[in-house]
């Protein structure tokens, strides 16, 4: 008898479960133990389909192992979950589920370099004249910096930066710890170096203090600004997941679902002077992908290039706002540098 129950305990249980296809497993960047799980059905702005996805995801880690972390409902419908690679593998397999990926590393798309005067603003408005007219300023339109945050405090900013959320410490404050953040924001809506000079800024943080962090935070940022977003807005994501080999289609379709929402995202084609096709997300179709151009208005030898980009900006020795004090600057060179200013034009023509 008891030889009998084993063997229906063993022909029911998971250890002999169909298994299905893991996007990007083992891909450069993979993070061990870490997974996106994509389900069927639409997307939703409602409240309610945070508790109806989050029990669909208890279900499933119930069913299959591992533990369900964050829930997405306006750009993906799924959930980030913490599980093995043979688990992830058979809830693949799962009717409901319409992929599972392995989470993979995004980075800051820039650099630091020594501080030379800023250009880039001069080459937005069309005249090479050592002069930046706008006709415009982006008042009452809201930039969303998906980055390592903001310090807000900084006086270029004249109080119109706030803290969104933090995706990295899971808390309200995104304070900026690396600076890539604080140098995109000055670039898109700072008083002395921003394109849109009343242009509301929000710190998404989804980038750690070395400029890194697992795509699913990128996810997370994209989920809110989604559902928080209200009026005229441009998102901006200078940062880049993946390369050769590399899949990271929930980052690619969480950005869709984003500018679906009505989000513009101006977002960096990469830095490692290939062709910008090979980097996600800038390779979504819906968004505005941004090569870098030098002083002398040539495409600067590290930026990405090809079909998928679609426009270039000034991304090299671009001086902004420095997260160290509240009146410093610092000169970054990158791809990184190029989309701000994109989304800074952005915000300009929303205001309109």
Known sequence: ??????????????????EGTVVGAGAPGALEGQYIVVLDGATSLAASAEARVAAQAEELTDRYGGTADHVYTSVLRGFAADMTAAQARRLAADPQVRYVQQSQLVRAAGGTQPSPPSWGLDRVDGSVDDAYAYPATGAGVTAYVLDSGIRT???????????????????GTAQDCNGHGT????????????????????????LGCDGSAPDRDAIEGLDWVAQNADGPSVGNMSLTSGGPNAEPQALRDATRGAIDAGIQFAI????????????????????????????????????????????????GNITSASHSSDTGSSTMSGTSMATPHAAGAAALYLEG
Do not use: Q, W
């Open 268 to 315: 960096a084609a990469g830095n490692s002077g290939t062709d910008a096709c090979g980097t996600s997300p800038g390779d979504v179709p819906e968004a505005i992908t941004l090569g870098s151009t030098d002083r002398g208005d040539g495409r600067s030898g590290f930026s990405n290039y090809g079909r998928c980009l679609d426009l270039f900006a000034p991304g």
């Open 183 to 206: 140098h995109v924001a000055g670039t898109i809506g700072g008083a002395e170096y921003g394109v849109a000079k009343d242009v509301d800024l929000v710190a998404v943080r989804v």
């Open 153 to 171: 405090s900084h006086r270029t900013f004249e109080g119109r930066a706030s803290h969104g959320y933090d995706f990295v410490d899971e808390d």
């Open 1 to 18: 008898m008891t030889g009998a129950l084993a063997g229906v305990g063993l022909a029911a249980g998971p250890a002999h479960a169909a």
